[in-house]
């Protein structure tokens, strides 16, 4: 019997409604590369989602998404080979012309040392104005999450407004003023302020726990993280000399290193903006003969050179956005 015209990806199974059966999934191992994809003219950025679609579909081990925080289309695969066969697939079958580059790395904000902040959010109109007045301090946390500390005393700040406080801190920690990602590890501790009968409102205090964080967070020393990834290469133990070399060469710490008869595993933690293009490098050093896996591990501190370098793009990119 054979099917078509039918909506379906591989590994699906089709059967008769009497029989309950599912063949047994085959393993799809984890991409090892990803190119960020972009359509090159608005025309053809509907054809690259079709083909997008199709592909993913055909074929498990190729992956797309859509990164949440830079908004680029990622695709991921086997090896560059893989991507540059669906890439010419897209060109050639659906007249799309793309342009592709490194994924974005997810980098973070955290502050290093406590701040206070003493602020008054003061404006008025025509009709009732807005006023609100916070206290506290913005402190580093260890780990690594966000904690608001309500230790308001006397009914400084009324009850009602305490959750307007929060909201308005939390609001700012999608994107910090170094490089516009994300705010980490911060602890925001407010004990003190002042309320006006009429004039203070949710929104006057929304805003000023804004103006306060904004405020405390330049004097609070930021700082830049970068994912850092637990790498692990197999491979003939030939060429365990020339892989020491290319981890320590992507700012890598080698955790450990172990051998079975000529096989040798080597464990490192490497930052995730060095790790671009690792497989290429990989397989021109062992003659393909080794491969690699790559977990997330945790945040660390960017190196100041390069903190620098990302502050200085952020810059310019800013001034091309407000000219």
Same mark, same amino acid.
């Given at each position: 019997?054979?099917?078509?015209?039918?909506?379906?990806?591989?590994?699906?199974?089709?059967?008769?409604?009497? +029989?309950?059966?599912?063949?047994?999934?085959?393993?799809?191992?984890?991409?090892?590369?990803?190119?960020?994809?972009?359509?090159?003219?608005?025309?053809?950025?509907?054809? +690259?989602?079709?083909?997008?679609?199709?592909?993913?579909?055909?074929?498990?081990?190729?992956?797309?998404?859509?990164?949440?925080?830079?908004?680029?289309?990622?695709?991921?695969?086997?090896?560059?080979?893989?991507?540059?066969?669906?890439?010419?697939?897209?060109?050639?079958?659906? &007249?799309?012309?793309?342009?592709?580059?490194?994924?974005?790395?997810?980098?973070?904000?955290?502050?290093?040392?406590?701040?206070?902040?003493?602020?008054?959010?003061?404006?008025?109109?025509? *009709?009732?104005?807005?006023?609100?007045?916070?206290? *506290?301090? +913005?402190?580093?946390?260890?780990?690594?999450?966000?904690?608001?500390?309500?230790?308001?005393?006397?009914?400084?700040?009324?009850?009602?407004?305490?959750?307007?406080?929060?909201?308005?801190?939390?609001?700012?920690?999608?994107?910090? #003023?170094?490089?516009?990602?994300?705010?980490?590890?911060?602890?925001?501790?407010?004990?003190?302020?002042?309320?006006?009968?009429?004039?203070?409102?949710?929104?006057?205090?929304?805003?000023?726990?804004?103006?306060?964080?904004?405020?405390?967070?330049?004097?609070?020393?930021?700082?830049?993280?970068?994912?850092?990834?637990?790498?692990?290469?197999?491979?003939?133990?030939?060429?365990?000399?020339?892989?020491?070399?290319?981890?320590?060469? &992507?700012?890598?710490?080698?955790? #450990?290193?172990?051998? /079975?008869?000529?096989?040798?595993?080597? /464990?490192?933690?490497?930052?995730?903006?060095?790790?671009?293009?690792?497989?290429?490098?990989?397989?021109?050093?062992?003659? *393909?003969?080794?491969?690699?896996?790559?977990?997330?591990?945790?945040?660390?501190?960017?190196?100041?050179?390069?903190?620098?370098?990302?502050?200085?793009?952020?810059?310019?990119?800013?001034?091309?956005?407000?000219?």
């Amino acid at each position: 019997m054979a099917l078509f015209g039918i909506d379906c990806a591989s590994g699906d199974t089709f059967s008769d409604k009497s +029989l309950n059966y599912s063949m047994t999934s085959m393993y799809v191992p984890e991409p090892v590369i990803s190119l960020a994809v972009k359509a090159r003219e608005k025309q053809s950025e509907d054809l +690259l989602s079709k083909a997008l679609n199709r592909f993913a579909k055909e074929d498990p081990t190729f992956k797309t998404h859509i990164d949440p925080e830079s908004k680029q289309t990622i695709i991921s695969g086997m090896g560059e080979l893989h991507l540059d066969v669906y890439l010419e697939r897209i060109r050639r079958e659906y &007249r799309a012309e793309v342009d592709t580059g490194m994924p974005q790395v997810a980098y973070r904000e955290t502050i290093s040392r406590p701040a206070s902040f003493d602020y008054i959010h003061k404006k008025q109109t025509g *009709g009732a104005g807005q006023f609100a007045r916070i206290a *506290g301090q +913005l402190e580093p946390n260890a780990e690594g999450e966000y904690e608001f500390i309500n230790e308001i005393k006397g009914g400084a700040i009324p009850t009602e407004y305490i959750p307007a406080c929060d909201k308005g801190f939390a609001s700012c920690l999608d994107k910090g #003023s170094l490089i516009g990602f994300p705010i980490v590890g911060v602890t925001v501790r407010i004990n003190d302020g002042t309320a006006h009968a009429v004039d203070s409102s949710d929104l006057a205090f929304r805003q000023a726990a804004i103006g306060a964080f904004r405020g405390a967070y330049t004097k609070a020393s930021p700082e830049i993280l970068e994912p850092i990834m637990k790498v692990s290469v197999e491979g003939p133990t030939e060429y365990q000399g020339g892989v020491f070399a290319s981890i320590n060469q &992507r700012r890598g710490m080698i955790a #450990s290193t172990s051998e /079975d008869e000529n096989i040798a595993r080597i /464990d490192a933690e490497v930052p995730l903006g060095e790790m671009f293009g690792y497989s290429t490098v990989l397989r021109s050093l062992t003659q *393909g003969r080794a491969q690699f896996t790559m977990e997330f591990s945790r945040y660390a501190k960017v190196p100041t050179g390069i903190a620098e370098t990302l502050k200085s793009e952020y810059q310019k990119v800013k001034s091309g956005e407000n000219p």
